[in-house]
């Protein structure tokens, strides 16, 4: 192509020391821009889906493992992958072997951009960032600008490939990487600890990667150093997932180890039989990559992945028993464990009674939420957000396991008073579990004004700390009148529920009045969800006083 030998002769020429190590660091930053571009704008793509399709399709170790592969070859990157999923176990959104499921299916997912590099469509670099930057500068729908953003970020990882391998190309003809190559062909650890040091530094196997199939196609690279420095970065691509979860709780610094193991595991594995599998390997390319050495490297990596992978799903209650070893997490006791099924038929009162532990816990959960949902409100600091989203998922486990256990209990026979008391526990499950819905509705609101730079007015911001504290009185008000049956509390409650709804009303009225007079933007609409959303949690509340006041108080709004 005209395009191409046009920058080989005129551009990809370098010649001197200085010039190689430019067109090095410089294709390498191309590379990895593009890749960070590509990366960001599919998650952009996706939305909070990424997280949520995560959270919710990894019940079985398969469905896991294709949820990773989903997930990575979206994001391409199986560090961005690991990274959410440490957040999840962070904000108590998943289980470790949830999460060595994803990781696994991570380790496949990544394989993809070596595949691609093997395509060698390299060629086109430059017209996809045309095209690419034509879809961002010239539309206005933001899916179309978001895939414009894609394509230029996929021909920079391409352009910069092309950069690096001519900087490549004069290097290994040099003597001295001969030299190197000869000694490591003749000692694979030091090409695997050569690719774990490269990987550790860049922050990217795909990177590594792309760039060892570029040398090995120069055949100045033997395959089998290329297959050392292959696995080694694979041990060296946890690093990410490792520096990530320090911020994290225990079970987070559990999913980082479990990338590490994985591919460490992997890796001894393949040491144990590097010499048949270099030779499948060279009798592969022989059969059908001749002409693409590129591809080797891809297909070399693919199955290394899927291997390890095959083997290890196995033995997934065998690796959290190994890192529930290394990484011990003490067990925080709570009332779910007196939930005890023979209670269901020996004696529906003590069950009764277990369960309304489980819903007292839940409650006092509930005001925590909101709580930290306020401490949001007021510091944008993520602690908070993922805090809230820990909550969230204890609430909810609260709610799948205090409800299934009440659905099993029969009352049928036996006195009318069990048979409401085991209805109005239910109507208190709903309404905690509503209660944290609403807290995450808050934090989102939050999230969204802090990424869109809105800020609130300072008399807005005192309504709704005011609001705020009103709402969080209620909801103490309403796990103290369950916990005790008080009908006091309750009665307090609706009067409270009053003052709740007139102030809602009160600071609605004025920020329309404020839109209206021209002192506040449309931007500001979030307040009003705000507020809608605290007015809502009071209504939960009040729905547990009124049980409280009259046990038969069943239908309810």
Request: hydrophobic content about 50%.
């Amino acid at each position: 192509m005209f395009l191409v030998s046009f920058f080989e002769s005129k551009v990809f020429n370098p010649t001197t020391t200085l010039e190689i190590a430019f067109f090095i660091f410089g294709g390498l930053g191309l590379f990895l821009f593009g890749l960070s571009q590509m990366s960001d704008s599919l998650k952009n793509i996706a939305g909070n889906r990424l997280r949520g399709v995560i959270e919710k399709t990894t019940n079985t170790p398969i469905k896991a493992v294709l949820t990773g592969i989903i997930m990575t070859v979206l994001m391409q990157s199986s560090s961005g992958t690991t990274v959410i999923v440490i957040s999840l176990i962070t904000a108590g959104l998943m289980t470790l072997p949830q999460a060595i499921g994803v990781i696994m299916g991570s380790n496949i997912g990544t394989t993809v951009t070596a595949f691609i590099v093997g395509l060698k469509i390299e060629q086109l670099a430059l017209p996809i960032i045309g095209v690419g930057a034509l879809m961002v500068f010239f539309f206005t729908k933001r899916k179309v600008k978001l895939l414009g953003h894609v394509l230029v970020g996929f021909g920079m990882l391409f352009f910069g490939l092309q950069v690096m391998g001519s900087a490549f190309g004069v290097i290994t003809i040099k003597p001295w990487f001969v030299t190197i190559m000869n000694s490591m062909e003749s000692n694979v650890a030091f090409s695997i600890l050569t690719g774990t040091f490269l990987t550790a530094i860049v922050q990217s196997s795909s990177a590594v990667i792309g760039v060892l199939q570029g040398l090995y196609e120069t055949g100045q690279v033997p395959i089998a150093v290329s297959l050392g420095i292959l696995l080694g970065s694979n041990i060296g691509t946890t690093i990410t997932a490792m520096l990530a979860s320090f911020g994290g709780n225990r079970q987070a610094k559990q999913a980082a180890l479990s990338h590490l193991l994985f591919n460490f595991f992997g890796t001894i594995l393949f040491l144990l039989i590097f010499g048949p599998f270099t030779n499948l390997i060279s009798l592969i390319e022989a059969r059908f990559f001749e002409p693409n050495a590129k591809m080797t490297i891809a297909v070399a990596h693919i199955f290394f992945n899927v291997l390890t992978t095959f083997i290890l799903l196995f033995f997934i209650k065998q690796q959290v028993w190994l890192i529930n070893k290394i990484l011990p997490i003490k067990s925080v006791s709570t009332a779910l464990g007196n939930l005890n099924e023979d209670l269901l038929r020996t004696s529906p009162v003590l069950a009764l009674s277990a369960s309304k532990k489980c819903i007292v816990e839940m409650g006092w959960l509930t005001k925590e939420i909101i709580v930290q949902a306020q401490n949001y409100f007021n510091d944008d600091n993520e602690q908070y957000y993922e805090k809230c989203l820990q909550l969230e998922n204890l609430i909810d486990t609260y709610d799948h396991e205090v409800h299934d256990y009440l659905i099993q209990l029969r009352t049928d026979n036996l006195d009318a008073h069990l048979g409401i008391n085991q209805a109005i526990y239910m109507d208190a499950i709903r309404d905690f579990e509503r209660i944290g819905d609403h807290a995450i509705n808050l934090i989102e609101f939050f999230k969204s004004r802090y990424q869109t730079n809105v800020k609130t007015p300072e008399s807005f911001a005192d309504n709704i700390n005011y609001y705020f504290a009103k709402v969080i009185e209620q909801t103490d008000a309403a796990v103290r009148a369950f916990d005790s049956k008080d009908v006091n509390i309750a009665k307090q409650m609706l009067v409270l529920e009053e003052e709740i709804d007139t102030l809602e009303r009160k600071y609605r009225n004025q920020q329309l009045a404020l839109i209206g007079d021209g002192n506040l933007t449309l931007d500001g609409i979030h307040i009003v969800d705000i507020l809608s959303n605290l007015e809502r949690i009071g209504d939960h509340c009040v729905n547990i006083a009124q049980n409280v006041i009259d046990p038969h108080y069943i239908n309810r709004t």
